[in-house]
């Protein structure tokens, strides 16, 4: 996909995001892995109005090249480049059901969105909830860089939800599957709910290996 194509894709998924009520404001970003580099959602800027010649462009080290100043939370999206060579794309979002359940002091540090549908085990795997850092701290690099080897998705305690995956397209479609499911996760507290059995996630994620 060319430079141009990328930019384009990244518009495209940040109107949709916002319009569909899935980050609000100035908030979330996104960012996509270049051949020469990265490109990433601009600092304070509305997903929903993004303008794909003023993308800020880092180059392959991380260095600001053209475009307005990229995202703070630079540090949380290379976490998971760093330690996902497949990884081409990361998502972030304050998407409402997602944060609820990362502000929860009893949800599963290990996996904070249970098993209830199979395609939650499909699209994110187990989702960790990752300590709290101030957004765009340098702290939470090595937090992500503990943790992004081995899931392509976690929640940011009292945060948000943040996915990587092989396309942005994929990515978008992860951090979706992450909110419904966190949505039903929300939605069913305190009734007795059939989770996936052991084998039937054991076949899930040998059929569809997560990128």
Request: glycine content about 6%; proline content about 7%.
């Amino acid at each position: 996909m060319s430079e141009q194509a990328v930019r384009d894709n990244l518009v495209k998924w940040g109107k949709s995001l916002f319009e569909r009520g899935l980050t609000a404001g100035s908030s979330g970003n996104m960012s996509a892995r270049l051949d020469d580099g990265f490109l990433f959602t601009p600092t304070n800027s509305c997903l929903g109005f993004l303008d794909a010649d003023r993308l800020s462009k880092l180059d392959a080290s991380g260095k600001h090249v053209s475009g307005d100043a990229p995202t703070k939370e630079l540090p949380l999206h290379f976490g998971f480049y760093d330690q996902r060579p497949a990884a081409c794309a990361v998502v972030h979002l304050h998407s409402t059901y997602a944060t609820a359940l990362s502000c929860l002091s009893d949800v599963d540090p290990a996996d904070a969105i249970p098993p209830i549908t199979p395609y939650v085990v499909m699209r994110v795997g187990q989702v960790p909830v990752v300590p709290y850092t101030r957004p765009g701290s340098e702290a939470v690099k090595p937090l992500i860089d503990a943790l992004a080897a081995r899931h392509p998705a976690v929640l940011l305690q009292n945060h948000g939800p943040v996915v990587a995956a092989a396309s942005l397209d994929a990515a978008v479609f992860a951090i979706e599957e992450l909110e419904e499911a966190a949505k039903l996760a929300v939605i069913l507290r305190g009734m007795s709910v059939r989770h996936l059995e052991a084998g039937a996630i054991a076949e899930l994620n040998q059929h569809f290996k997560l990128k």
